[in-house]
Nanobody, 122 residues
Framework: QVQLVESGGGLVQPGGSLRLSCAAS????????MRWYRQVPGRQRELVTT???????NYADSVKGRFTISRDNAKNTVYLQMNSLKPEDTAVYYC????????????????WGQGTQVTVSS
């Protein structure tokens, strides 16, 4: 019952920056963890970064110091600021959310975005 809509992907030159957004909509009690994953054809989907409901963050070693995840709970939106982009960052980026549907006691549910393409190339 949560839909995730991603935006902000596109083509950027090496060393450039890009900002992804993921807006959650639908019916839910609260959203807990939100994550960004990425996937290259032929490879496993990779966890890039996680942000908790209170703002704690974790990053994959490959993006530390370059990417920043943030969230605006009032807007139910998570962001991924990507700086100093490298060709190896090229992938489809997916937004993920874990949430409670109607009450604190509801089972935790999950939702995935449709993915947005990020291409880093000169």
């Amino acid at each position: 019952q949560v839909q995730l809509v991603e935006s902000g992907g596109g083509l950027v030159q090496p060393g450039g920056s890009l900002r992804l957004s993921c807006a959650a909509s639908g019916s839910f009690f609260r959203i807990n963890d939100m994550r960004w994953y990425r996937q290259v054809p032929g490879r496993q989907r990779e966890l890039v970064t996680t942000i908790t409901s209170v703002g704690n963050t974790n990053y994959a070693d490959s993006v530390k110091g370059r990417f920043t995840i943030s969230r605006d709970n009032a807007k139910n939106t998570v962001y991924l600021q990507m700086n100093s982009l490298k060709p190896e960052d090229t992938a489809v980026y997916y937004c993920y959310a874990a949430y409670k549907r109607s009450t604190w006691y509801s089972p935790t549910s999950e939702s995935w975005g449709q993915g947005t393409q990020v291409t880093v190339s000169s």
